[in-house]
């Protein structure tokens, strides 16, 4: 792959560039839209946020419109509101929850041919060949990378991150350069607009740095059109239908006096500088390196230590400073890209504890990145110390491709194997087998789950047949016990899983019900 990679031809018709993007599609099919239709992460974690989302779907069904989002774990504000209505269309096919996570895996799907898209955008000034291949394989990458199958496959708002972005990106490049009639530059300023809004309304990191990005987008057209003011009037646009398009959220704030959006201006201006050791220029440097550096543990080696360690950071610094030194392609695009990376970096070295995958959508990609613009632009031929450090980058991208399908592989079998999970058709089925009026116990009944319960929910929209729940399994209670169950894997290298057998049944029962995938018992005195 390598040496087709970094020479000049390939065989007639481009054929292994073809095969390379037609196996990044064929497998973001499988990982993103057919692992769908076995949806087993809907309740995960301590905090059923899929469920709550599931209810507020409903009410926007019933015409109850939300004009908040998800809050933040930090700051004690919320999000505004788009991501709901990015998968509300869902919703009108059917109460299903497993029809919510489809918007996120079609982006998540979306997001591959877009990244290959901006990567054959910028690779200039090599042949054309060359371009379509390299595209091709970081289109493979990264439909493989397991963290963003993973988070693309249940009902999350980070999911949409990577779509949005890209699409923010390459439209920055077409705005800059111009060259269309003003019609169709007003249109694609509109969509920058939109797309701004959109992204500021799916995480945190995006809330606080895209409109600067945006900010500075506007300033460097506006300096490189200052002869033509005819133009003046397009980043309007972009404005405008950026705050048009977050009206839901301007309504709510309206009748809350703007209350949401003090919060989150009282968190950007009264943050605590006191001097303390996470205020000084070491400790953010530090946190920088290790934010990028971090990549390679949570994402690109996970399953090989020997190389996540000291070879994975000479990986990730030898394509950051090859692929930008090296570089001739288009600036724009990669200078629109870099910045948004130098301020997510800033921001994110604000932050002191454990920084997990999924605040990392702005810049998880940034290696594949990085890795086809050294093969790019690196001179292999002439020195061997070239054909080194290509052997060496050849070695990375297949050691983090084989780390990633085997936990992609560890994923599907818990969909597709013999040991499944619990996933929601699954769950329909059980609750259609139990008699009307039943109580079911659970012993993760509690706090929020009282509110947001797979039960509550499946029953009211779906079954209908009255169940009731209990924390405590009392005589007559149902108790539905997995065969198999996740075990989720946490710290750096978040997320990751096997699948486990659950302990022996021990409460008093007799089995009712016996499916693939888990155990119905009645309890008994």
Known sequence: MARLAITNKLPSGNFVAYSLIGLAITFGILTRIISLFRYTTFDIGQAPDQIRDAFVYMKMLAGEFPTLGQSSSVGNYSLPPLYYYLVFPAVWFGADPSLQVFPNGIFSFLAILLFMVLIYELLENIPDSKRLLLSGVAGLWYSLIFSEVFVSTFEWNISPIPFFLFAFSLLYKRLLEGGKSLAIQAFQW????????????????????????????????????????????????????????????????????????????????????????????????????????????????????????????????????????????????????????????????????????????????????????????????????????????????????????????????????????????????????????????????????????????????????????????????????????????????WPHFDVISPKPFEQPAEKFLELPVAYIYQIKN
């Open 190 to 493: 509109i969509l920058y607009g939109i797309s701004l809004a959109v992204l500021i309304c799916l995480h945190s990191t995006t809330l606080f740095v895209m409109p600067i990005v945006f900010i500075g987008s506007l300033l460097v057209f506006l300096g490189k059109n200052r002869k033509h003011s005819n133009r003046w009037f397009l980043p309007g646009l972009a404005i405008a239908s950026a705050i048009i398009t977050l009206t839901p959220y301007w309504i709510g704030e309206i009748s809350r006096r703007g209350s949401n959006t003090k919060k989150i201006l009282a968190l950007i201006f009264n943050r605590d500088d006191q001097g303390n050791a996470g205020s000084s220029i070491g400790y953010r440097l530090s946190r920088i390196i290790f934010n990028y550096v971090e990549l390679g543990q949570q994402t690109y080696f996970t399953k090989f230590p020997w190389f996540y360690g000291s070879i994975g950071i000479v990986f990730l610094a030898l394509i950051l400073i090859i692929g930008i030194t090296k570089f001739r392609g288009n600036k724009t695009l990669l200078g629109s890209l870099i910045s948004i990376w130098i301020i997510y970096l800033y921001a994110a070295s604000n932050y002191q504890k454990e920084y997990f995958f999924h605040y990392k959508m702005l810049i998880f990609f940034a290696p594949i990145l990085f890795t086809v613009l050294t093969l790019a632009y690196i001179d292999y031929q002439r020195r061997f110390i070239n054909q080194l450090i290509t052997g060496f980058l050849t070695l990375g991208i297949f050691t983090s491709c084989m780390s990633n399908l085997y936990f992609n592989y560890l994923y599907l079998d818990t969909k597709f194997g013999q040991e499944q999970a619990i996933a929601i058709p699954d769950m329909i089925n059980i609750l259609n087998q139990l008699p009307n009026d039943s109580t079911i116990c659970d012993p993760q009944y509690i706090r929020l789950r009282e509110q947001y319960h797979i039960v509550q929910y499946l029953d009211r929209y779906i079954t209908k047949k009255n169940f009731k729940l209990s924390k405590v399994c009392e005589s007559g209670n149902y108790r539905i016990y997995p065969k198999f169950q996740y075990a989720f894997l946490g710290n750096n290298q």
